[in-house]
């Protein structure tokens, strides 16, 4: 639970942020979500069971939220070029919608 304080609070390298936490386990965390959900959704013919497989399928969105906000902290520590906040503040930002969307 620290590390995902420290995540949270953008005291994570920036390489870390993104590309560890975000890339790798962002990555398997949604991908599996919407398998799961999806495979809920195809063989039931039930509405609860939608309504369950919907709640699968966003189960991720506060891991986003923390890695798009952590992403974010990161790339504004003290010491990194204009183009560097930039550049991480957009990735992580574009890492998290593309997420909701997987």
Do not use: K
């Not at 975000?22 to 398998?35: F, I, K, V, Y």
């Amino acid at each position: 639970m620290g590390t995902l304080r420290e995540l949270w609070a953008g005291r994570l390298p920036l390489a870390e942020t993104l590309g560890i936490w975000g890339l790798l386990r962002g990555l398997m965390l949604n991908a599996g979500c919407s398998a799961v959900a999806l495979s809920i959704w195809l063989t039931s013919d039930r509405a609860a069971a939608s309504a369950f497989a919907l709640f699968i399928h966003y189960l991720p969105v506060p891991y986003n939220v923390v890695i798009a906000v952590g992403g974010w902290r990161a790339a504004s520590q003290p010491g990194r070029s204009p183009r560097t906040r930039a550049l991480g503040r957009a990735a992580a930002l574009v890492m998290a919608a593309l997420f909701m969307l997987v």
